[in-house]
C-alpha cells in the first residue's frame, strides 16, 4: 500500500465512466519508483458537471489530470490554455496546472509518435492508410499531416466521416494530402508500400475476428501494419499484415507512451528506459497480456 501523507498530491482521471483505465496502474507505479508524493484516482465526472470538476480540482490544487471519453472535447473551453497540436485535433487528454488554469495538452497523439518511433516505423515521406474515422483516427491522421507523411488514404465504413475528417485536416495543413476512401474501394489504391493504422474499434477483445478489410490484395501493398489497439496482443489486422509478409504492431505502446508523457508533463522528471521497461512489463501483466 502507498504511502499517502499530508503532502500528497492529487492526480486523476476525469471521465464518464473511468472504471476500465490503466492510468492508475501506471501513475502510481511510476509516482512510487520517483519517490513522488502523488496519488492517482479515477474522478468519475457525470454529464453536465465538468466544469463544476475543473473548478473543484483547481480548488483542490490538483497538479494535473487525465481527461478521457466523453470529455476530450468539451474540456477545451475550460482550459487557460491549450496546446497548439491538440487544439488542431480537437482532443486534449491531459491538462496541467500552470499557476493561474489548467493547460492542455494530447499524450495520445506524442505517445503514439514516441512509440511509433521507438518501433522504427517512419512517417515522414511515407504513403499511409488510415482505417477508421472516429476520434482516434482524427489523432492519428493529424499526426501524418504534423510529422509529413507523403499521402494518406483514409478509409471507414461511413465514408462520409472520412471525407469530413480529410476535409478539416487538408484545410489545417496543406490542400490533398489526405483521400478519402470507402473499404470496397481498396482496389483504387495505387501500388506501392504503405504504412497502414488500424484505427477502428473492429478486433478488440472480445470480438477478435472483427477487422476492416479481410482481402488478401489489400494487404499485399501493406509493408508496415499499426494497430491501436492492444488487446488482443495480436489482432486479426495484424496477422493478416503478416500473413502477407508486412510487420505488425500493437497499441500497447501508445498506451505506455501516453501515459509517460502526462507524467513528465506533470514531473520534473525523464523517466529511465529501465523503468519504462518496466512498466510495460507490469501493464501486459495487469491486462493479462
Ligand atoms: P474511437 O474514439 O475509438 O475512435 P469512435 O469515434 O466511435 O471511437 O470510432 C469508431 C471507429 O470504428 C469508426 O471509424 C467506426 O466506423 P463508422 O464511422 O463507420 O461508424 C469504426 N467501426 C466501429 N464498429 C465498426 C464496424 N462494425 N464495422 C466497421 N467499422 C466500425
Given at each position: 500500500?502507498?504511502?499517502?501523507?499530508?503532502?500528497?498530491?492529487?492526480?486523476?482521471?476525469?471521465?464518464?465512466?473511468?472504471?476500465?483505465?490503466?492510468s492508475?496502474?501506471?501513475?502510481?507505479y511510476?509516482?512510487?519508483k520517483?519517490?513522488?508524493e502523488?496519488?492517482?484516482v479515477?474522478?468519475?465526472?457525470?454529464?453536465?458537471?465538468?466544469?463544476?470538476?475543473?473548478?473543484?480540482?483547481?480548488?483542490?490544487?490538483?497538479?494535473?489530470?487525465?481527461?478521457?471519453v466523453p470529455?476530450?472535447?468539451?474540456?477545451?473551453?475550460?482550459?487557460?490554455?491549450?496546446?497548439?497540436?491538440?487544439?488542431?485535433?480537437?482532443?486534449?487528454?491531459?491538462?496541467?496546472w500552470?499557476?493561474?488554469?489548467?493547460?492542455?495538452?494530447?499524450?495520445?497523439?506524442?505517445?503514439?509518435?514516441?512509440?511509433?518511433?521507438?518501433?522504427?516505423?517512419?512517417?515522414e515521406?511515407?504513403?499511409?492508410?488510415i482505417?477508421?474515422?472516429?476520434?482516434?483516427?482524427?489523432?492519428v491522421?493529424?499526426?501524418?499531416?504534423?510529422k509529413?507523411?507523403k499521402h494518406v488514404?483514409?478509409?471507414?465504413?461511413?465514408?462520409?466521416?472520412?471525407?469530413?475528417?480529410?476535409?478539416h485536416?487538408?484545410k489545417?495543413?496543406?490542400?490533398?494530402?489526405?483521400?478519402?476512401?470507402a473499404?470496397?474501394d481498396?482496389?483504387?489504391?495505387?501500388?506501392?508500400?504503405?504504412?497502414?493504422?488500424?484505427?477502428?474499434?473492429?478486433?478488440m477483445?472480445?470480438?477478435?475476428?472483427?477487422?476492416?478489410?479481410?482481402?488478401?490484395?489489400?494487404y499485399?501493398?501493406?509493408?508496415?501494419?499499426?494497430?491501436?489497439?492492444?488487446?488482443?496482443?495480436?489482432?486479426?489486422?495484424?496477422?493478416?499484415?503478416?500473413?502477407?509478409?508486412?510487420?505488425?504492431?500493437?497499441?500497447?505502446?501508445?498506451?505506455?507512451?501516453?501515459?509517460?508523457?502526462a507524467?513528465?508533463?506533470?514531473?520534473?522528471?525523464?523517466?529511465?528506459?529501465?523503468?519504462?521497461?518496466?512498466?510495460?512489463?507490469?501493464?501486459?501483466e495487469?491486462l493479462?497480456l
Amino acid at each position: 500500500m502507498k504511502s499517502i501523507n499530508g503532502h500528497t498530491k492529487t492526480l486523476g482521471l476525469i471521465g464518464y465512466p473511468v472504471g476500465h483505465t490503466l492510468s492508475p496502474v501506471i501513475h502510481n507505479y511510476l509516482a512510487e519508483k520517483y519517490g513522488q508524493e502523488l496519488v492517482y484516482v479515477p474522478l468519475p465526472v457525470e454529464p453536465g458537471k465538468l466544469e463544476d470538476a475543473l473548478k473543484g480540482a483547481a480548488a483542490f490544487g490538483f497538479p494535473g489530470m487525465n481527461v478521457t471519453v466523453p470529455y476530450k472535447n468539451d474540456v477545451i473551453p475550460l482550459c487557460m490554455e491549450v496546446d497548439e497540436l491538440a487544439a488542431k485535433i480537437g482532443s486534449v487528454n491531459t491538462l496541467v496546472w500552470n499557476g493561474m488554469g489548467y493547460k492542455g495538452y494530447n499524450t495520445d497523439v506524442t505517445g503514439l509518435y514516441r512509440a511509433m518511433t521507438e518501433d522504427g516505423v517512419a512517417i515522414e515521406g511515407e504513403n499511409v492508410v488510415i482505417l477508421g474515422a472516429g476520434g482516434v483516427s482524427r489523432t492519428v491522421a493529424y499526426l501524418m499531416a504534423d510529422k509529413k507523411a507523403k499521402h494518406v488514404y483514409l478509409m471507414n465504413r461511413t465514408f462520409e466521416k472520412a471525407a469530413q475528417l480529410a476535409e478539416h485536416v487538408n484545410k489545417d495543413f496543406r490542400q490533398e494530402l489526405i483521400t478519402p476512401l470507402a473499404y470496397e474501394d481498396h482496389k483504387m489504391l495505387p501500388e506501392g508500400d504503405y504504412l497502414a493504422i488500424q484505427a477502428t474499434s473492429l478486433g478488440m477483445s472480445p470480438r477478435t475476428e472483427g477487422v476492416a478489410i479481410e482481402d488478401a490484395e489489400f494487404y499485399r501493398k501493406i509493408k508496415c501494419g499499426y494497430e491501436i489497439i492492444f488487446n488482443p496482443a495480436k489482432t486479426r489486422f495484424m496477422k493478416l499484415v503478416e500473413e502477407a509478409g508486412g510487420v505488425a504492431y500493437n497499441g500497447l505502446k501508445m498506451l505506455l507512451y501516453q501515459g509517460i508523457d502526462a507524467y513528465e508533463l506533470w514531473n520534473p522528471v525523464k523517466i529511465s528506459r529501465e523503468d519504462i521497461e518496466a512498466l510495460y512489463e507490469i501493464m501486459k501483466e495487469t491486462l493479462g497480456l
